[in-house]
T-cell receptor
Framework: GDSVTQMEGPVTLSEEAFLTINCTYT??????LFWYVQYPGEGLQLLLK?????DKGSNKGFEATYRKETTSFHLEKGSVQVSDSAVYFC???????????FGQGTELSVKP | EAGVTQFPSHSVIEKGQTVTLRCDPI?????LYWYRRVMGKEIKFLLHFVKESKQDESGMPNNRFLAERTGGTYSTLKVQPAELEDSGVYFC?????????????FGPGTRLTVT
């Protein structure tokens, strides 16, 4: 069945460092891909999305490109801030309006 | 516009007891989903309502879990009797019919601890 694998955490970075969180997926057909973020004490928020191959999702300085050839959707940010400390989840959906399949989450901690 | 709300935010119960979680979706959202994250693992799908009908309940772990969505508005998830392995964070999400493909809006979650 469909699945998502993302790099394990926790990841600890210094402020202004470059961030990459790897995410790969297995799916039949052409899924939509998402990154969700959960800040401490809050619910999940959609960070960015891509619905077809080669699409780039971007928001708040974060980017991810839908790579069908490598079945990947890696999250990147050029310069992280302390406020980016959160848990990041990669997810896919294969069916319109249907369930999301999540990776295990990557906890990011950014130190001043 | 109010977001997805969940109640309670935290529940601690003993094994064998019953707990009912509630989710109020964003007003007008036909789709309502339940998910669960156990012990820092991946978030797993439980079920999907379209209005008051169960569209997909393939993720429900066993018959100790009962979900309802009265009148297509709020939803409840009852666990009876609770077991230790039911501990985790239960998330509810909603999305509009015909909205941006697959974008779901999540509530803050209910942390369930079974002792």
């Amino acid at each position: 069945g469909d699945s998502v694998t993302q790099m394990e955490g926790p990841v600890t970075l210094s402020e202004e460092a470059f961030l990459t969180i790897n995410c790969t997926y297995t799916a039949t057909g052409y899924p939509s891909l998402f990154w969700y973020v959960q800040y401490p004490g809050e619910g999940l928020q959609l960070l960015l999305k891509a619905t077809k191959a080669d699409d780039k999702g971007s928001n708040k300085g974060f980017e991810a490109t839908y790579r069908k050839e490598t079945t990947s959707f890696h999250l990147e940010k050029g310069s992280v801030q302390v406020s980016d400390s959160a848990v990041y989840f990669c997810a896919l959906s294969s069916n319109q309006g249907g369930k999301l399949i999540f990776g295990q989450g990557t906890e990011l901690s950014v130190k001043p | 516009e109010a977001g997805v709300t969940q109640f309670p935010s935290h529940s601690v119960i003993e094994k064998g007891q019953t707990v009912t979680l509630r989710c109020d979706p964003i007003s007008g959202h036909d789709n309502l989903y339940w998910y669960r994250r156990v012990m820092g693992k991946e978030i797993k799908f439980l079920l999907h309502f379209v209005k008051e009908s169960k569209q997909d309940e393939s993720g429900m772990p066993n018959n100790r879990f009962l979900a309802e969505r009265t009148g297509g508005t709020y939803s409840t998830l009852k666990v009876q009797p609770a077991e230790l392995e039911d501990s985790g964070v239960y998330f509810c999400a909603s999305s509009p019919a015909g909205g941006f493909p697959y974008e779901q809006y999540f509530g803050p979650g209910t942390r369930l601890t079974v002792t």
